[in-house]
T-cell receptor, first 120, second 117 residues
């Protein structure tokens, strides 16, 4: 899986948008960008994923550049409960046919992530 | 369904003792994973089960570590002759099978924090 680079830490004012960048310059054409977050003393939580189009769900938006070498996770109105470590992960997409998936496609490879602190 | 459950939440043990952790995945998930997380680092993959079969093990999983998933339901992770370097958070995750969940979303438990003194 392609390696990702994220800033170590970021601050954001409560109520403002939090924009978390991720560089993945060696991403392959069949690799998705996934975002997870981990609130203190909890397990990681899935947020969103995308291939090349921008994606939005109830938690966040994901903006992927046209060359797919970087992406930004946007939390539109950050709250104190969004304080967490955010992980950007690039990995091969799941095969939908039921065929055997290679080992690297089954596991998630986490980096050190970005510690987002939402300030009151 | 209350998600992925792990027990205990915390475990303190003396060096050299054996410890066992339990993970109960989401009932309809047939894939189960174990990860280890040390302070300040992201989780690292340890091993993976599809139903009762252990299909992959990381190099991090030394001979002192053994994982089982009898009957393809809950899983246990045992560490024998614990060392101080084993102190970490042990996370369990589960997911659906390929073809059933195109998002391939993992659901993680809250982990078991092991402290070896």
């Amino acid at each position: 899986d392609a390696k990702t680079t994220q800033p170590t830490s970021m601050d954001c004012a409560e109520g403002r948008a939090a924009n978390l960048p991720c560089n993945h310059s060696t991403i392959s054409g069949n690799e998705y960008v996934y975002w997870y977050r981990q609130i203190h003393s909890q397990g990681p939580q899935y947020i969103i994923h995308g291939l090349k189009n921008n994606e939005t769900n109830e938690m966040a938006s994901l903006i992927i550049t046209e060359d797919r070498k970087s992406s930004t996770l946007i939390l539109p109105h950050a709250t104190l409960r969004d304080t967490a470590v955010y992980y950007c992960i690039v990995r091969v997409a799941t095969l939908l046919t039921g065929a055997s998936v290679s080992g690297s496609a089954r596991q998630l490879t986490f980096g050190s992530g970005t510690q987002l602190t939402v300030l009151p | 369904d209350t998600g992925v459950s792990q027990d205990p939440r915390h475990k303190i043990t003396k060096r050299g003792q054996n410890v066992t952790f339990r993970c109960d995945p989401i009932s309809e998930h047939n894939r189960l994973y174990w990860y280890r997380q040390t302070l300040g680092q992201g989780p690292e993959f340890l091993t993976y089960f599809q139903n009762e079969a252990q299909l992959e093990k990381s190099r991090l999983l030394s001979d002192r570590f053994s994982a089982e998933r009898p009957k393809g339901s809950f899983s246990t992770l045992e560490i024998q002759r614990t060392e101080q370097g084993d102190s970490a958070m042990y996370l369990c995750a589960s997911s659906r099978n390929v073809g059933q969940d195109p998002n391939y979303g993992y659901t993680f438990g809250s982990g078991t924090r092991l402290t070896v003194v």
